[in-house]
DNA sequence: TCACGTTTGGAACACCGTTCCAATCCATCA
DNA sequence: TGATGGATTGGAACGGTGTTCCAAACGTGA
């Protein structure tokens, strides 16, 4: 009769897949990807690796649990209200940002994009691009253009953070390679010697946004 | 006195980094990112995992490694000829094609984006977007969206790829996803449902120019 | 011929994901 | 109430990995 009741209520100590996922983002946040192992988990978790298996199949269901846990949110955007393309920025401004602050969440979300809210993102891109006025036709190639460039960003921007771990002076770093390209040969990097100053100092927030305002014009100006 | 002479000419069947990284590929090639273990390699070159570590630093530079073999030799291209719009479509499908081929290329171009011709790559596509007249304050935007779509877009491939080993039938796998599409809730997806028959019948390579040349006519439409 | 730096092959190490299993807990039923 | 059996736990064990270490073989200049 309260089977209901006990069902609903656990032990606070038990484990859970949810203890276990959060225990999981805990340890990626702190010390990144490769710190994430069976044996780091029971440890902070009190526990040995065989109790993690019974709740979790192996690790690439643990990874994709933990990216579920921080992306599915996101993808829960006020439904169409406001312009279209300012919601397009807002849901892609909210997964860079994300990524910025988890970023193991890029590779993953990188290594099996399917897992996850992808069907809500398409969903939420191509609602809005309709609202554009975008054709039936293009609209498939517009929001996959989006969606590719988005997680194109959000994997390097987890690709950097992984090889510049965190105390990294970031504008010192930048200037160090700006510097490189301005010395480069003067007849064969013409291009690149141009691009040297604004690498120096930019915004990689506003660059991501810069890349998404492109595509919006490119999707604009269809023909 | 012939000191130079046999420097240069070094027995055939003795170890060298080149001849490593050769077998290396081959496994990539053949079984894949996972198949690819000192212990394989050793077998393969019929050695000892300690006389490749002698040659090569560690697994990250190996793989490095490979993907310069392959990805470097695209980078380059002839100077300045051509169309410039097609000059960069050339070079985003040279790209795409050789990860099509080397699937495992991608998530390493992805992993570490500049140890690679990257230079080469802001050139290439930069100086080609100067020539269409875009001003020297937009153009390390402009690069920087087009080169990270196009890594992007590899490393999706990518990804693509390692879920769908090779001989999976693509074309009826699309469709039992574009089926899901269409099935999934008519008020709540009715973009995702317009999409799903582009989906079923789309082709990767076109879909991947189609957003270059949306990037492109955002790029040209600048004001 | 000798000596010495270069190169090799494979054993050994620490650690990983995963499996297995004996021990424990706890709700249910006789 | 006490017994029973499934759910859950903790940790030992297994096969495999990247990497290190080192004794042996090689080959080249003195």
Not at 18 to 27: D, L, M, N, Q, T
Not at 136 to 150: E, G, H, P, R, T
Not at 159 to 187: I, K
Request: glycine share 8%; proline share 3%.
């Amino acid at each position: 009769m309260d089977n209901r009741k006990q069902r609903s209520e656990r032990r606070t100590d038990a484990l859970s897949r949810e203890r276990i996922v959060e225990a999981a983002i805990e340890i990626l946040d702190a010390d990144g990807e490769a710190a994430l192992t069976f044996r780091a988990l029971a440890s902070r978790l009190s526990t040995g690796s065989g109790a993690i298996y019974w709740h979790v199949a192996d690790k690439g269901e643990l990874l994709a649990a933990c990216a579920d846990a921080i992306v599915v949110p996101l993808m829960r955007i006020e439904v169409m209200a406001g312009e279209p393309r300012e919601g397009i920025r807002l849901i892609a401004l909210g997964i860079f940002d994300a990524i910025d602050r988890h970023p193991w969440v890029g590779s993953q979300l990188f290594r099996e994009p399917w897992r996850f809210g992808m069907l809500q993102m398409f969903e939420s891109v191509g609602a809005r691009l309709l609202k554009l006025g975008v054709p039936d036709k293009a609209l498939f190639d517009c929001v996959s253009a989006l969606v590719s460039y988005i997680l194109g960003v959000a994997g390097q921007n987890a690709a950097n953070a992984r090889m510049h771990p965190e105390g990294t002076d970031r504008s010192s770093l930048l200037a160090a390679v700006a510097a490189r390209w301005e010395e480069s040969d003067a007849e064969d990097y013409v291009a690149v010697r141009k691009m040297a100053t604004q690498l120096r100092d930019h915004d990689d927030r506003a660059q991501f946004l810069a890349g998404i305002d492109l595509l919006l014009n490119g999707i604009a100006h269809l023909r």
